[in-house]
């Protein structure tokens, strides 16, 4: 069974810097892609950034600038660096894989993690 754990999470003053990670369960071979959405309060869910096992990114918009993704295909992780964080940042954060392989199946369906709260406030 494929279960993704995000942390990181918690409360951080408007400017401050935070990293995410997510880390997939032991019995993962690969992963081709992986990456990060968020949901705000009120609002649908959207994409961040995502990361391809080739290490080739790609962030929405509004990431381009503050946001980092990166992974280690060895440890099946991904990690998401903000800084410059703002009000706006607050959201609950999932991660999500793609085209995930253990050593007996391919699994087509997309994985998500439960979320991790971030709170940007003073």
């Known amino acids: 069974q494929v279960q993704l754990a995000e942390s990181g999470g918690g409360l951080v003053q408007p400017g401050g810097s935070l990293r995410l990670s997510c880390a997939a369960s032991?019995?993962?071979?690969?992963?081709?892609?992986m990456g990060w959405y968020r949901q705000a309060p009120g609002k649908q869910r959207e994409l961040v950034a995502f990361?391809?096992?080739?290490?080739?990114?790609n962030y929405t918009d509004f990431a381009k600038v503050r946001f980092t993704i990166s992974r280690d295909n060895a440890k099946n992780t991904v990690s998401l660096q903000i800084d410059g964080l703002k009000p706006e940042d607050t959201a609950v954060y999932y991660c999500?894989?793609?085209?995930?392989?253990?050593?007996?199946?391919?699994?087509?369906?997309?994985?998500w993690g439960k979320g991790t709260l971030l709170t940007v406030s003073s």
């Open positions: 999500n894989a793609r085209g995930v392989a253990t050593r007996e199946t391919y699994y087509a369906e997309e994985f």
């Open positions: 032991e019995n993962i071979f690969s992963i081709n892609i």
């Open positions: 990361m391809t096992s080739t290490g080739k990114s």
